[in-house]
């Protein structure tokens, strides 16, 4: 199995940054693909901004040009600066990995237990 352990979640003021880390350990062969996610009261989980084993990223439209995600391979770790944060940005935000555990095994998606990011106006 895979756990992830996130961190980093705060109450901030509008305009202020924050970083959130989420480091991924267990039985890991493989990681395809690390990133991050919201969920807001009464709205849908969506996609914040992920990052390839390759280095390639994806950014929800709403946070381009304020966030930046980047990995560390190595330690099997993905942050999320945030800047610029907005009260909408407020949510419980959750880290995925998709990876798999054995070279035999099928790609799995695996979830962090949120941590929740508040701005305030």
């Known amino acids: 199995q895979v756990q992830l352990v996130e961190s980093g979640g705060d109450l901030v003021q509008a305009g202020g940054s924050l970083r959130l880390s989420c480091t991924a350990s267990g039985s890991i062969f493989s990681i395809v693909s690390m990133g991050w996610y919201r969920q807001a009261p009464g709205k849908q989980r969506e996609l914040v901004a992920a990052?390839?084993?390759?280095?390639?990223?994806d950014y929800a439209d709403s946070v381009k040009g304020r966030f930046t995600i980047s990995r560390d391979n190595a330690k099997n770790t993905v942050y999320v600066q945030m800047t610029s944060l907005k009260p909408e940005d407020t949510a419980v935000y959750y880290c995925?990995?998709?990876?798999?555990?054995?070279?035999?095994?099928?790609?799995?998606?695996?979830w962090g237990q949120g941590t929740q990011v508040t701005v305030s106006s």
């Open positions: 995925k990995v998709i990876a798999k555990t054995a070279w035999h095994s099928s790609f799995k998606d695996y």
């Open positions: 990052i390839a084993s390759g280095g390639s990223t």
